[in-house]
């Protein structure tokens, strides 16, 4: 599944929005120059985000966004489908009884790849703009490393304290019997 910049970009705004959180309405130029979004492409994006009640409008000097709703009640995936953003990974449209396939059947993956869809949405729907803002997303990508190793082994680091004692001495014990392996521990 390829998230358009579409949906990618109303997600941007909508988070740059909330995390400007006042009751000042917020422009979107400035939206467009912190995130580095065109402009027009922000202003089709709003007028479908206002018609989907995510964010709403102040006219006249010193207008600009509010969000409709506080970012904890407001859901990525709420975000996503407001902008006429499909979250699906299959080429078949839902609830057809028809596949994508030329002869209108499916394809054999069509279950894996609907289920994936599913998860997706799920997945979006769990986290809030306000999850977003306050950093509370599991992942890595905030690990800047180019050495695979080293994050396994800071994945390593970060779990022995949830081992019970003897089996961190066990891994110590295998880790300084394996060749080269007695002071790599310490780099």
Not at 7 to 22: E, F, I, K, P, T
Not at 45 to 60: E, H, P, Y
Not at 119 to 136: E, F, K, M, N, P
Request: with cysteine; hydrophobic share 40%; glycine share 8%.
């Amino acid at each position: 599944m390829k998230l358009s910049t579409k949906g990618r970009y109303a997600v941007m705004a909508m988070v740059d929005l909330a995390s400007c959180a006042s009751e000042k309405p917020v422009s979107l130029a400035d939206i467009a120059e912190r995130q580095e979004i065109s402009l027009s492409y922000l202003e089709q994006l709003f007028a479908k985000l206002r018609r989907g009640d995510l964010v709403r409008s102040v006219r006249g000097p010193g207008g600009g966004y509010l969000l409709a709703h506080t970012a904890e009640e407001t859901r990525i995936s709420d975000i996503i489908l407001a902008v006429d953003e499909p979250i699906r990974a299959t080429r078949c449209m839902p609830g057809q009884p028809v596949g994508c396939r030329g002869n209108k059947t499916r394809c054999l993956a069509h279950d894996l790849w609907e289920e994936l869809g599913n998860q997706i949405y799920l997945y979006l729907s769990s986290v809030t703009v306000a999850d977003v803002v306050g950093r509370r997303i599991l992942g890595s990508s905030g690990l800047v490393t180019h050495d695979p190793r080293a994050t396994f082994e800071a994945h390593l680091a970060a779990e022995m304290p949830k081992m019970p004692a003897a089996t961190r001495d066990e891994a110590d014990e295998a880790d300084e019997a394996e060749p080269g392996g007695e002071g790599r521990a310490a780099n």
